[in-house]
DNA sequence: TACCCCCTTGACATTAGTGTCAGGGTCAAG
DNA sequence: CTTGACCCTGACACTAATGTCAAGGGGGTA
């Protein structure tokens, strides 16, 4: 599979998948002309990396935990690992925010019409206090090179 | 409280925190000096930026959805509930693929180590074959402007 | 009062990801 | 053989997030 159609199957463009490359992320094979080939398995890592980079993770990152990242190979994922399960969490944490915010605002779009249903009713929203806590992540100020 | 402390309490830096509010999306009250000051409610909203920006938001596109931001009003939420839940989406799937990706790593660390413990083990690696499904998120080519 | 630490705004620098273009090759269809 | 649609590399541009510095003010404490 070529880098056009390759790309349209995960969604990114051509250049992106030439700077995964770049970066060390990715290594396509290359056909007699000199074209890359993207065989399943590159797609399968292209379609991880396009996923950690839209969530946050610079290249670097992703390179550091590459080990972790191909098909095979169990070998020298532990130095990644921590980083993954730590960035895991800060996802977590999003994700449960996320979908708490998306929980109460639904609640607060039904109340809201059924206020407009009958606007006879008075009732008052109860106030249902989002979690007060301040998650913190480690400052990590800018990955020291 | 302060600019600094308030950084401390979120895992930013001061600089962040007043791009937050250069972009639009936090306008902490100023005490009579012209210091900036934030209340608990400024706190959990920067979190919640902190949280966005984190995870591969841009400002522009945490300031869309910024009614859904706030502790309160359930008022024109509704055009970025769509954004809100679609970027979920794109965070459900990574979600699901990394803790698929940890549990296996998990279970070759484990192989690992018994294949250590006792060398004479010949058993191969079973080939637990992660989803070769291509997840396609939209192509957003950059925000228009 | 002097000192220190915090604050403000504004400017400039850096980095990453990406778009886009130029100059040139591959290859299949007409 | 020409044409059109790909591909390659390399370069330049842009944007966003962030660091950092300069110039100056606020305010508590020795």
Same mark, same amino acid.
């Not at 992320?25 to 007699?32: F, G, Q, V, W």
């Not at 990152?61 to 095979?72: F, G, I, K, Q, T």
């Not at 925010?97 to 607060?108: C, G, V």
């Given at each position: 599979?070529? *880098?056009? @159609?390759?790309?349209?199957?995960?969604?990114?463009?051509?250049?992106?998948?030439?700077?995964?490359? &770049?970066?060390?992320?990715?290594?396509?094979?290359?056909?007699?002309?000199?074209?890359?080939?993207?065989?399943?398995?590159?797609?399968?890592?292209?379609?991880?990396?396009?996923?950690? *980079?839209?969530?946050?993770?610079?290249?670097?990152?992703?390179?550091a935990m590459?080990?972790?990242?191909?098909?095979?190979?169990?070998?020298?994922? @532990?130095?990644?690992?921590?980083?993954? @399960?730590?960035?895991?969490? &800060? *996802?977590?944490r999003l994700?449960?925010?996320?979908?708490?915010?998306?929980?109460?605002?639904?609640?607060? *779009?039904?109340?809201?019409?059924?206020?407009?249903?009958?606007?006879?009713?008075?009732?008052?929203?109860?106030?249902?206090?989002?979690?007060?806590?301040?998650?913190?992540?480690?400052?990590?100020?800018?990955?020291?090179?």
């Amino acid at each position: 599979m070529q *880098i056009k @159609e390759a790309a349209a199957h995960l969604g990114v463009s051509p250049r992106s998948l030439r700077h995964y490359e &770049q970066a060390g992320l990715l290594t396509p094979t290359r056909d007699a002309n000199g074209y890359r080939h993207y065989g399943p398995a590159d797609l399968r890592r292209a379609g991880r990396i396009r996923d950690m *980079i839209a969530t946050g993770f610079s290249t670097r990152e992703v390179l550091a935990m590459a080990p972790c990242l191909s098909d095979d190979g169990a070998g020298a994922c @532990e130095a990644g690992l921590a980083d993954l @399960e730590h960035k895991l969490s &800060q *996802i977590d944490r999003l994700i449960t925010d996320l979908q708490a915010r998306r929980r109460t605002t639904l609640e607060r *779009i039904a109340q809201f019409r059924g206020t407009l249903s009958n606007a006879n009713n008075e009732r008052k929203d109860p106030g249902h206090d989002p979690d007060p806590r301040i998650a913190v992540p480690d400052r990590v100020p800018r990955r020291q090179r």
